[in-house]
Nanobody, 120 residues
Framework: QVQLVESGGGLVQPGGSLRLSCAASRSTFSFNTMGWYRQAPGKQRELVVDISSGGIRNYANSVEGRFTISRDNAKDTVYLQMNNLKPEDTAVYYC??????????????WGQGTQVTVSS
């Protein structure tokens, strides 16, 4: 069983920054992709950004140029640096990890979520 534990959420003013962390219970090398999703009240969960095992990053248009995903394999942790935050970034942010095996079986894991609120 894989556990993902997020931290770093909070309240920030528009234009501010936050860094989210996601610590995995196993080596980040083992995941095909890791990433961050978010869900605002009344909306569906959406992809913010993910990163493949080969380092390819896929950003949502709404965060491109403001958010940066990075991975520290020595600490089995993925980070999301969020700059120039906007009120519309307010949501619960979830860490996500996906593993696919040679028999094409894939498993997706989620963290418990961390609240990010952007408000003056």
């Amino acid at each position: 069983q894989v556990q993902l534990v997020e931290s770093g959420g909070g309240l920030v003013q528009p234009g501010g920054s936050l860094r989210l962390s996601c610590a995995a219970s196993r080596s980040t090398f083992s995941f095909n992709t890791m990433g961050w999703y978010r869900q605002a009240p009344g909306k569906q969960r959406e992809l913010v950004v993910d990163i493949s095992s080969g380092g390819i990053r896929n950003y949502a248009n709404s965060v491109e140029g403001r958010f940066t995903i990075s991975r520290d394999n020595a600490k089995d942790t993925v980070y999301l640096q969020m700059n120039n935050l906007k009120p519309e970034d307010t949501a619960v942010y979830y860490c996500n990890a996906r593993i696919c095996y040679s028999d094409a079986t894939c498993y997706t894991y989620w963290g418990q979520g961390t609240q990010v609120t952007v408000s003056s």
